[in-house]
């Protein structure tokens, strides 16, 4: 119940693109919906987050889409750039205990 | 937001000897978090570290093994005790205050046992 499910693994996308990273859920304690990018040799980086009472969350390029019926929650990037090429996690935590990470998706915008 | 700086930046040691990895925060934080990172992988939480308490480690995780400690709000350290090479991944320190959401993270210790 504590697992945080995310797919693809791999993605590659043309730039100017959308990219969509997915995420499911099961714990529907769950309270806060993070997504962290990291670059190689780099620690992960707080990217944008979302909190159940909201259905969508638009930060510059970078929005989050949130399904509570569904326990599933998707990262998308639109006019992906080749500087957007990391591996992003999503994570979820209840009650600000710890956070519990997806498995990661490598993403690769070709120029 | 807060800084969190980690020396060494990366290390190469011999199975058996211990290494002990300091991670350093810019401001008073509630939370300080130890986690491990194979390359390629998702994040594995070591332990929570707790000032002026022991440790909370997640299963798989001993303390004997991994001895934290964390003296004050900003400061905390992680050794890796009787190292194999199975040891060999990035640790990270990920820290978070009181009361927020956010949780930042270091720029990760790169260890290698030969």
């Known amino acids: 119940q504590q697992q945080v499910k995310q797919s693809p693994q791999s993605l590659i996308v043309q730039k100017g693109g959308i990219s969509i990273i997915n995420c499911a859920y099961e714990?529907?304690?769950?309270?806060?919906f993070p997504w962290y990018q990291q670059f190689p040799g780099k620690g992960p980086a707080l990217l944008i987050a979302?909190?159940?009472?909201?259905s969508e969350k638009k930060e510059g390029r970078f929005t989050i889409s949130f399904n509570k019926s569904a326990k599933q929650f998707s990262l998308h990037i639109m006019d992906s750039q080749p500087g957007d090429s990391a591996t992003y996690f999503c994570a979820a935590s209840m009650g600000f205990q710890k956070l519990v990470f997806g498995t990661g998706t490598r993403l690769l915008v070709s120029p | 937001s807060a800084v969190i700086s980690q020396k060494p930046s990366r290390d190469i040691c011999q199975r058996g000897t211990s290494l002990t990895i300091q991670c350093q925060v810019d401001s008073q934080v509630t939370m300080m978090f130890w986690y491990r990172q194979q390359p390629g992988q998702s994040l594995t939480l070591i332990a929570t570290?707790?000032?002026?308490?022991?440790?909370?480690?997640e299963s798989g995780f001993v303390i004997d093994k991994f001895p934290i400690s964390r003296p004050n709000l900003t400061f905390s350290t992680l050794t890796v005790s009787n190292m194999s090479p199975e040891d060999s991944s990035i640790y990270l320190c990920?820290?978070?205050?009181?009361?927020?959401?956010?949780?930042?993270f270091g720029p990760g210790t790169r260890l290698t046992v030969l």
């Open positions: 979302i909190r159940p009472d909201v």
């Open positions: 990920s820290a978070r205050r009181g009361g927020a959401d956010t949780q930042y």
């Open positions: 714990n529907t304690a769950f309270d806060y």
């Open positions: 570290a707790n000032q002026g308490s022991e440790a909370t480690y």
